[in-house]
C-alpha cells in the first residue's frame, strides 16, 4: 500500500508570492490533515478535511487555505508569503472511526523556504 | 495555551540502557494518546499508542505508560540502540478520531554507543 505523498519536496519562494502544496493520502483514507513545522515549535495543526470539508481548523492566518478533491486528495496555498512561513509542512492521512482514535500517516513534507 | 507539553528538549543515553521520555497534557477531553519518531528530513512515524481505558501499551522494545490522574504518559525504550536516536513526540486527540491531534514540541534522543 502506497503511503502519504507530498509534493514537491522541497521549495524556494521569494516574498509576497504565493505557493500551493499537494498531499495524495493513503489509499482508503478520506481525512486529511496539514501541520507546520518549525525548529522549537513542534507540529503545529493547520486544518483537516473529510470528505471535501474543512472539519477542523488551527490558529493561523487566513493566508493559509485549503482544500479537498472528490478522490481525497489536498493542496494547502499560502498567500503573501512572509518569511515567517519557512517551515516543512506536514501532511498525515488517516481513516478516522467512531468509537476508535486512529493513528495519522505522515508524509515526508515539503520544506518551503521564503527569502 | 500548550496542551501538550514535553518539557525535556533533549535526551542523552547509553547504547543498551533505558530511555524515559516524558509528556504532560492538560486537556482532560484527551482520550487517545500516540508517540512518533522522526528524523531529518523525513516525516513523523507511528510508533506506538495507548488509549485511556489502559494504563499501559507494550510493544517490543517501547513501553507507553499512562497516568490519567496526574495527565501524564511516557515512553520506555529498553535497551536503547543507537538507531533510535531521533526526535520523539508526544500527541494526544479525543477519542472519536474526528479531532486532530495535539503534539507536543518533542524531545530529541541521543543515543551513544
Known amino acids: 500500500k502506497a503511503g502519504v505523498t507530498q509534493t514537491p519536496r522541497y521549495l524556494i519562494k521569494t516574498r509576497g508570492q504565493q505557493v500551493t502544496l499537494s498531499c495524495s493520502p493513503i489509499s482508503g483514507h478520506r481525512s486529511v490533515s496539514w501541520y507546520q513545522q518549525t525548529p522549537g515549535q513542534g507540529l503545529q495543526f493547520l486544518f483537516e478535511y473529510f470528505s471535501e470539508t474543512q472539519r477542523n481548523k488551527g490558529n493561523f492566518p487566513g493566508r493559509f487555505s485549503g482544500r479537498q478533491f472528490s478522490n481525497s486528495r489536498s493542496e494547502m496555498n499560502v498567500s503573501t508569503l512572509e518569511l515567517g512561513d519557512s517551515a516543512l509542512y506536514l501532511c498525515?492521512?488517516?481513516?478516522?472511526?467512531?468509537?476508535?482514535?486512529?493513528?495519522?500517516?505522515f508524509g515526508q513534507g515539503t520544506r518551503l523556504t521564503v527569502v | 495555551d500548550q496542551q501538550v507539553k514535553q518539557n525535556s528538549p533533549s535526551l542523552s543515553v547509553q547504547e543498551g540502557r533505558i530511555s524515559i521520555l516524558n509528556c504532560d497534557y492538560t486537556n482532560s477531553m484527551f482520550d487517545y494518546f500516540l508517540w512518533y519518531k522522526k528524523y531529518p528530513a523525513e516525516g513523523p512515524t507511528f510508533l506506538i499508542s495507548?488509549?485511556?481505558?489502559?494504563d499501559k501499551n507494550e510493544d517490543g522494545r517501547f513501553t507507553v505508560f499512562l497516568n490519567k490522574s496526574a495527565k501524564h504518559l511516557s515512553l520506555h525504550i529498553v535497551p536503547s540502540q543507537p538507531g533510535d536516536s531521533a526526535v520523539y513526540f508526544c500527541?494526544?486527540?479525543?477519542?472519536?478520531?474526528?479531532?486532530?491531534?495535539?503534539f507536543g514540541k518533542g524531545t530529541r534522543l541521543s543515543v551513544i554507543a
Open positions: 498525515a492521512s488517516s481513516s478516522p472511526g467512531k468509537g476508535a482514535g486512529t493513528e495519522a500517516f
Open positions: 495507548i488509549s485511556s481505558i489502559k
Open positions: 500527541a494526544a486527540r479525543g477519542l472519536w478520531g474526528n479531532t486532530p491531534l495535539v
